[in-house]
């Protein structure tokens, strides 16, 4: 998180525009990093983008200044990306929904607000690229209970998507969703060692039945100890 914090102060005082967190490390506008599966966040790379940005002066500023193989690179082993809003493939409404957090100042510069995608729109530009590294993200999310699945599936249908881009990105929320399921339903059955065996106690209660009563004891007068006078 503290990478990420960096490279969005040196944003700022590249560019005087509020920037926007579009790649995987945008889920951490939404959770702590230790909420979060390792992989979600290991990206050496950030993804910056900037909403009022049509010619992309402002993205190739970050990426000429603090991107790939620059001076920030070689010094912090991490560096941002600038790029533009429509590289990714998003939902209809997704301006409207960016997570905003102030970034705390550090010792490469003063306090800066920040957006970060929404976590479900984060996962419908996952869905459309579709990568080997995209798809591993949006399945540990899922598997962690991080995403709501039906609020994919509703961003997916108002996303302009091919038609093969489409079929594939249904068909693995369809295999995490049963896949959730199916994690459910087997917590739920799971067997409770602890718990008491109901046929156990049936045989039990029979071989009792079938056991033969105890002979009776002899009647012994009671012993007296030695009386203390």
Do not use: C
């Not at 940005?53 to 193989?69: N, P, Y």
């Not at 997916?156 to 990105?169: C, F, G, I, M, S």
């Not at 917590?187 to 002979?215: G, L």
Request: charged share 30%; proline share 8%; net charge negative.
């Amino acid at each position: 998180r503290e990478q990420v914090a960096e490279v969005l102060r040196a944003a700022s005082q590249l560019v005087d525009d509020r920037p926007l967190v579009m790649g995987s490390q945008a889920i951490l506008g939404t959770y702590e990093e230790d909420a979060l599966p390792p992989s979600a966040t290991m990206s050496m790379e950030v993804d910056v983008a900037f909403l009022d940005d049509r010619a992309r002066v402002k993205a190739d500023l970050v990426t000429g200044a603090i991107g790939e193989d620059s001076s920030f690179h070689q010094l912090r082993g991490y560096y941002a990306e600038g790029i533009h809003v429509d590289s990714a493939t998003l939902p209809a409404g997704w301006r409207d929904r960016p997570i905003t957090q102030h970034v705390p100042a550090g010792p490469n510069g003063p306090g800066v607000l920040a957006s970060f995608l929404e976590r479900h729109d984060l996962v419908v530009a996952k869905l459309a690229a579709f990568r080997e590294k995209d798809v591993r993200f949006v399945a540990e999310l899922a598997t962690a209970g991080l995403i709501d699945l039906q609020i994919a599936r509703e961003r997916l249908d108002n996303t302009a998507l091919h038609p093969v881009a489409r079929q594939r990105a249904e068909g693995l929320l369809e295999t995490l969703g049963n896949r959730t399921t199916k994690h459910r339903v087997e917590t739920h059955d799971a067997i409770d060692f602890d718990a008491p065996d109901p046929q156990t106690d049936v045989d039990r209660r029979r071989a009792s039945r079938r056991r033969p009563p105890d002979p009776p004891v002899p009647h012994e007068p009671p012993s007296h100890g030695p009386s203390i006078n």
